[in-house]
């Protein structure tokens, strides 16, 4: 794998990594993660494999404003600015020797809202996408976490910044300023779905309480055509940690793969 770096529109530099198949490349994939994410975490690295294994090179990158290899601030983060890297990385991967086409395009949360925005921004660029447990609105993304944790918002609002520990760095505090879900409010990916006319993968978990099932249906069911698939694993959670998830979500996104016609 080739280690890769290129800057945003903002002249943040962004690091990610080419994946390459072991036979013949298809296709290119771009890749990214979510919210607080790296191109390291396990899930990451399943969906990575599972392009791989079925032919597609893969250029998974961090995105800005997390913690990883990119530059920005954490608390700087924004559903926005998360877009605008993929919007960037997938403008300047068409450019490289190394790019072949068709491109897909896949992400986790964030960057699963990220992926299916930027096919209905530029749905001429994209022969697929695979949005894992897609933030679908900000709307939608406050009416979870209410759900999951009644009051959350307002508490959120009031004490002016949101505190969390890591689960993937453990004495990691994340501190996301009360802006974080102001900004979620100007993003909905339901009134352009329309433009989703390529195959279309989709996937969560039971236990998502940050995208669940009844969200990420109402996307499924906007997609003006047949050629999509929502698969929806049962007991798995939002952040897929465990070897039987991860195996999962690599197993049913590469059936899925190996057997999309992106001539449809």
């Not at 990610?16 to 490349?25: D, K, V, Y």
């Not at 919210?35 to 690295?45: A, R, Y």
């Not at 790019?99 to 299916?116: D, Q």
């Not at 959350?152 to 300023?177: D, N, Q, T, Y």
Request: negative net charge; contains cysteine.
């Amino acid at each position: 794998m080739q280690k890769l770096t290129l800057q945003n529109r903002k002249g943040q530099n962004i690091v990610g990594i080419l994946a390459e198949p072991s036979g013949e490349t298809i296709g290119t994939c771009v890749l990214e993660h979510g919210w607080s994410g790296k191109k390291e975490q396990d899930h990451m690295v399943a969906i990575q494999e599972a392009f791989t294994d079925n032919g597609w090179q893969v250029f998974n990158f961090d995105a800005t404003n997390s913690y990883n290899e990119s530059d920005g601030d954490f608390a700087d983060s924004r559903l926005g600015l998360h877009y605008e890297d993929m919007e960037d990385v997938c403008k300047w991967a068409q450019q490289q020797e190394w790019f072949v086409g068709p491109m897909a395009v896949s992400g986790h949360s964030m960057g699963g809202y990220a992926t299916a925005r930027y096919a209905e921004d530029h749905p001429e660029d994209v022969a697929l996408i695979a949005p894992i447990a897609p933030v679908v609105s900000g709307t939608l993304t406050t009416e979870s976490k209410e759900r999951r944790e009644p009051g959350m918002i307002a508490k959120w609002k009031e004490e002016g910044v949101l505190l969390r520990e890591s689960a993937s760095a453990p004495g990691l505090i994340k501190r996301a300023p009360f802006a974080v879900h102001e900004e979620w409010l100007n993003h909905d990916l339901l009134p352009n779905a329309d433009k989703l006319t390529m195959p279309v993968f989709l996937l969560t978990g039971t236990d998502d309480g940050s995208c669940p099932p009844d969200h990420v249906q109402q996307l499924f069911d906007a997609i003006p055509h047949d050629n999509k698939v929502f698969e929806i694993i049962e007991d798995a959670p939002h952040t897929y940690r465990t070897k039987e998830d991860l195996e999962e979500v690599k197993k049913r996104l590469s059936g899925w793969l190996s057997d999309v016609s992106i001539f449809q």
